[in-house]
């Protein structure tokens, strides 16, 4: 197959790196498409983003329409009244009048392209917004060709306990997610465990389910000069958690686990540091401003160029996920710390997507609250630093997470019934 000749459509919420973790994974999977097919591009991100591709429209919201007039109208009263009525709204609609005027204005856009020019539609999504897939729902003559990547268990009803909220309007929108599941020809997700997951809330055939796992964007550059020198000592043991600290995840078994770590290697409290970048839940921000040290700490958002630079400096990168009996995520950033080529610390549950595709043999992950596994995996990895010991992934998980697996996926679905 001639993959230069295959053009396809793409609509995404943002593609805004700097603002959240979603938009970052969607830049990367287009980026990578982009190498291989001729994508036209909608997005609606409220800052430039470079793509260098040819076909980029920015999907402006448009201001004559009923959801508009009515969003912004909710928007004044909660300003100057107090009156917040988005929740008895979204109660009775399902989905905020700001969300169906978005979808109104990507519609606008479908409304004038050509279903003949292009061999496949995918919508892309991030957070608790379907924009895409609700304006692609909403134009029938792209059903056929239609990808419905699905990147989060959605509504927040149907996430893993520590995360499910029962919030406004969730029985709309399990209905719009059904009818996501019904008409759209293929279901990504950029898990198998995830797919699984969503098979208990929705009917879907399986036969239409095509794994995509979050990307190393290839664009991504290896190790430039870092900026902030003074941010960040790379003589020392440096454990790196980039992200948000969510109230489901919980830093304190690390924390504690690396205070006995300091406890034991007293001649390592001046060489090891903690670090925490990244926006933090207000369960944790009272309780975390009390233990911040010389060895522990703690530093808002930075941008997220300077944020993958640390990421291939820190001696350790760790991800931590919600102590639940199971975790059908692959983390956004989890491509990331691959490429930084350094070695992970992984807080997961015992059945996880990060378990599954790491496998049996990854040496340092432990359940999320078990200090003391947490601290047995600080202190190899601590040894294997002072011994300058180089940690590489599997060629077998780079390539999952690279262009290649990526294009062998795209080629079974542009070939289906062929």
Known sequence: MNNTAKNILVLVDSLDVNR?????????????????????????????V?????????????KWNWQYFLSRTVRVLRR???????????KRVGFSFTFLSLSYSFQKVLNVLDTSNFHLVI???????????????????????????IHDPYPM???????????????????FMQAVCDYASFLSFPSLLLSEWMQKFYRFDSKKVKIIPHQIDRVLKKKSELRHKSFFDKKKFNLLYAGHLLSQR??????????????KYNGSIDNCQLIFIGPVSSAWKNKLREISSDQIKFYPTHDFEFTIQLQQRASVNIIIEANDDHSPFLPAKFPHCVFSQRPMLVLSPLKSELRRILG?????????????????????????????KKYTYEDSLQSYLKEGYLIEVMEEILNHGT
């Not at 043999?361 to 002072?386: C, G, H, M, R, V």
Request: charged share 20%.
């Open 80 to 90: 100057h009244t107090g009156l917040n009525l988005s929740a008895f709204f979204e």
């Open 157 to 175: 009803a149907c996430y893993p306990k520590s995360y499910a909220w029962d919030g406004p309007g969730t029985n709309q929108k399990k209905e």
């Open 250 to 263: 919980n830093p304190f078994p690390i924390i504690d686990a690396f205070n006995l770590f300091i406890d």
């Open 360 to 388: 049996e043999t990854f040496p340092f992950i432990s359940p999320p609250t078990d200090t003391q596994a947490i601290l047995e995996n600080i202190k190899q990895l601590y040894e294997n630093w002072k011994e300058e």
């Open 123 to 149: 919508t892309l999504s991030q957070g608790e917004s379907f924009v895409p897939h609700h304006a692609v729902l909403k134009s029938s003559r792209f059903h056929e060709k239609w990808l419905a990547y």
């Open 20 to 48: 959240t973790s979603g938009a970052r994974a969607n830049m990367a999977l287009v980026q990578n498409l982009g190498q291989s097919f001729n994508l036209t591009v909608l997005h609606g991100s409220e800052s430039d």
């Open 50 to 62: 470079s793509l260098g591709l040819p076909e980029t429209i920015n999907v402006q919201e448009l």
